[in-house]
């Protein structure tokens, strides 16, 4: 089974369903109808930073000032920035929500299907590091943005919703 695109005011009412303040972001093609919705508004307030370490950097710091911040990043950005997430949200113990987009995937398959490791190797990844994770594979699945977050919070740590097929 594939994935359908989900739209992105429907992510966007969830986003602020949590009182999400910020939403650091190396643009990710992947959810760019989401990114062009949030640039559009003041609430929540879009950074764009130049590295995945950077957001992590970001959230720690607004985390720590009483903001409610999360990312948006794509699956190869997960990769580029494992190590701050190790220091700066596991050890750390500091709340992490990362919508991550499955770059590259081809949604007619499951993400264990796909031929690029990007994508077939995401799920394992997160698993290895003990990081949760949902999977969002179309506008159904769109409360589990919620969810992730509130866990999070409970958990003072990372976690993943994982956006298989562009947002509309």
Excluded at 17 to 34: A, E, G, M, N, Y
Excluded at 62 to 74: D, E, K, N, T, V
Aim: negative net charge; proline residues 7%; contains cysteine.
């Amino acid at each position: 089974m594939g994935a359908r695109s989900i739209p992105a005011q429907l992510l966007l009412d969830h986003i602020q369903s949590c009182q999400i303040t910020h939403v650091l972001t190396v643009p990710d093609t992947h959810q760019k109808t989401l990114l062009a919705l949030l640039a559009a508004r003041d609430q929540p307030r879009l950074l764009t930073v130049c590295t995945e370490d950077e957001a992590v950097g970001i959230n720690l710091g607004l985390y720590a000032g009483g903001q409610r911040p999360m990312l948006l990043i794509q699956n190869n950005g997960l990769y580029a920035c494992l190590n701050a997430i190790k220091a700066l949200s596991l050890d750390a113990q500091v709340p992490l929500l990362m919508l991550i987009g499955e770059f590259g995937r081809d949604v007619s398959l499951p993400s264990r299907e796909n031929k690029l490791r990007a994508v077939r190797l995401l799920t394992p990844t997160l698993d290895t590091w003990g990081i949760p994770h949902y999977q969002l594979e179309g506008p159904d699945d769109a409360g589990c943005l919620v969810e992730a977050y509130q866990r999070a919070e409970a958990q003072c740590g990372p976690v993943a919703v994982i956006v298989g097929a562009p947002t509309t």
